[in-house]
C-alpha cells in the first residue's frame, strides 16, 4: 500500500460521471473558439417617427444552438429581401413595469461590483473594506447576506443624517419613512449585508480607494430609502416581406432609485430611448437594413 500512495484510486458510482462532466467541461473552455455572428435590423419609417428593430428568426431560419446567425449569407439574404420594403406593425405590447432597489452587498456582490467599477481585484476590494471596518465607518465585511435585520431601520435616520455631510447626492431625495424589503429577519444570516455604521466618517482621512469603496456601500444603502424605478415598456413586432423584427422602447415614469443608481449607457439590440405612438396594422417603410456583427 505504502507504494501505491500516490496513485489515484476511484472510490464511488458518482465520481466516473462527475469527472466525465468536469473533464467535458474543460475541454470545451480549452477549445473555445470565437464565431461571429449577425443580427439584421431595420430602421423604420412612420408617419409619427422613426425607430430600430431587431430581426427574430422563424423556425426556418438557420441559426446555431444559442439561436445566433453565423452564416453571414443567411444574414445578406435576410437583408436583402427586407430592403427599401414596406411592412406592417403586426403585434403591440405595453406593460406597466418596475424594478426594486438593489440590495445592500455581500462580500461577494461588491467584489463583483468593485471589479467592474474600478478593476479591483477580490483581495483588493476585501482589504480595502477591513480598513474601513476597523476604522468603525463599515460594517462586517466578510458577510455572504444581502439583507438587514429590521431593527436596524431605527438606525436609518442617523446614518442618512450623517451621509449628507460626505455624500449629499446620494441622499438628496432620500426619503427615511420608506421601508425597503432589505430589512427582513427571516432573510438575515450569521451576518448581515455591507453598510455604513452610525459613526460619522471624515473622507480626509481616507485614501481614494477606500473613499471610493465607501461611497460604493453608502450608495447602496440610500438606495433602501428611494421609491422602485417604474416605467412603461412596449414591445412592436414589424412583419417585412415574410420577415419578422421586435423594437422595444421605454417611458419612465418614476426615476426612483435610479436617481444615485443610473442604468448603464449601453442599450440592448433593438432597444430604443422611446418608440413613436404606433398601432397594430400601421403601414411602414423600411428606411435602412443592415446587421449587427
Same mark, same amino acid.
Given at each position: 500500500?505504502?507504494?501505491?500512495?500516490?496513485?489515484?484510486?476511484?472510490?464511488?458510482?458518482?465520481?466516473?460521471?462527475?469527472?466525465?462532466?468536469?473533464?467535458?467541461?474543460?475541454?470545451?473552455?480549452?477549445?473555445?473558439?470565437?464565431?461571429?455572428?449577425?443580427?439584421?435590423?431595420?430602421?423604420?419609417?412612420?408617419?409619427?417617427?422613426?425607430?430600430?428593430?431587431?430581426?427574430?428568426?422563424?423556425?426556418?431560419?438557420?441559426?446555431?444552438?444559442?439561436?445566433?446567425?453565423?452564416?453571414?449569407?443567411?444574414?445578406?439574404?435576410?437583408?436583402?429581401?427586407?430592403?427599401?420594403?414596406?411592412?406592417?406593425?403586426?403585434?403591440?405590447?405595453?406593460?406597466?413595469?418596475?424594478?426594486?432597489?438593489?440590495?445592500?452587498?455581500?462580500?461577494?456582490?461588491?467584489?463583483?461590483?468593485?471589479?467592474?467599477?474600478?478593476?479591483?481585484?477580490?483581495?483588493?476590494?476585501?482589504?480595502?473594506?477591513? #480598513?474601513?471596518?476597523?476604522? &468603525?465607518?463599515?460594517?462586517?465585511? $466578510? +458577510?455572504?447576506? *444581502?439583507?438587514?435585520?429590521?431593527?436596524?431601520? @431605527?438606525?436609518?435616520?442617523?446614518?442618512?443624517?450623517?451621509?449628507?455631510?460626505?455624500?449629499?447626492?446620494?441622499?438628496?431625495?432620500?426619503?427615511?419613512?420608506?421601508?425597503?424589503?432589505?430589512?427582513?429577519?427571516?432573510?438575515?444570516?450569521?451576518?448581515?449585508?455591507?453598510?455604513?455604521?452610525?459613526? #460619522?466618517?471624515?473622507?480626509? &482621512?481616507?485614501?481614494?480607494?477606500? $473613499? +471610493?469603496?465607501? *461611497?460604493?456601500?453608502?450608495?447602496?444603502?440610500? @438606495?433602501?430609502?428611494?421609491?422602485?424605478?417604474?416605467?412603461?415598456?412596449?414591445?412592436?413586432?414589424?412583419?417585412?416581406?415574410?420577415?419578422?423584427?421586435?423594437?422595444?422602447?421605454?417611458?419612465?415614469?418614476?426615476?426612483?432609485?435610479?436617481?444615485?443608481?443610473?442604468?448603464?449607457?449601453?442599450?440592448?439590440?433593438?432597444?430604443?430611448? &422611446?418608440?413613436?405612438?404606433?398601432?397594430?396594422?400601421?403601414?411602414?417603410?423600411?428606411?435602412?437594413?443592415?446587421?449587427?456583427?
Amino acid at each position: 500500500l505504502a507504494n501505491k500512495a500516490r496513485d489515484l484510486i476511484s472510490i464511488g458510482r458518482v465520481q466516473t460521471p462527475t469527472l466525465a462532466v468536469i473533464v467535458g467541461r474543460d475541454n470545451e473552455i480549452d477549445n473555445f473558439k470565437p464565431v461571429n455572428f449577425f443580427t439584421p435590423f431595420i430602421d423604420v419609417e412612420h408617419d409619427k417617427g422613426n425607430f430600430r428593430a431587431i430581426y427574430k428568426p422563424s423556425s426556418n431560419t438557420k441559426v446555431d444552438s444559442s439561436g445566433r446567425i453565423i452564416d453571414k449569407q443567411v444574414a445578406t439574404d435576410i437583408i436583402d429581401k427586407v430592403k427599401n420594403g414596406q411592412g406592417t406593425i403586426s403585434a403591440k405590447k405595453v406593460e406597466d413595469k418596475k424594478i426594486s432597489p438593489p440590495l445592500p452587498f455581500s462580500l461577494s456582490s461588491i467584489q463583483k461590483e468593485a471589479s467592474a467599477k474600478f478593476g479591483f481585484g477580490a483581495k483588493k476590494t476585501l482589504d480595502v473594506i477591513q #480598513k474601513l471596518y476597523d476604522n &468603525k465607518i463599515v460594517s462586517y465585511p $466578510r +458577510s455572504d447576506c *444581502e439583507y438587514l435585520p429590521a431593527s436596524q431601520y @431605527a438606525d436609518s435616520k442617523t446614518v442618512l443624517s450623517n451621509l449628507k455631510s460626505v455624500f449629499p447626492n446620494l441622499v438628496k431625495d432620500a426619503n427615511p419613512k420608506l421601508k425597503s424589503r432589505a430589512f427582513n429577519d427571516s432573510k438575515v444570516s450569521a451576518h448581515h449585508g455591507i453598510v455604513p455604521t452610525m459613526v #460619522k466618517a471624515s473622507l480626509s &482621512k481616507l485614501s481614494q480607494d477606500e $473613499r +471610493s469603496m465607501y *461611497e460604493l456601500i453608502c450608495r447602496n444603502y440610500a @438606495a433602501q430609502f428611494y421609491p422602485w424605478y417604474e416605467y412603461q415598456q412596449t414591445s412592436l413586432a414589424v412583419d417585412v416581406s415574410g420577415e419578422t423584427f421586435i423594437a422595444r422602447g421605454k417611458i419612465e415614469k418614476e426615476e426612483g432609485f435610479r436617481k444615485i443608481i443610473p442604468f448603464s449607457s449601453k442599450k440592448k439590440d433593438g432597444e430604443n430611448d &422611446k418608440l413613436p405612438d404606433v398601432q397594430e396594422k400601421d403601414n411602414v417603410k423600411v428606411d435602412n437594413a443592415s446587421a449587427l456583427n
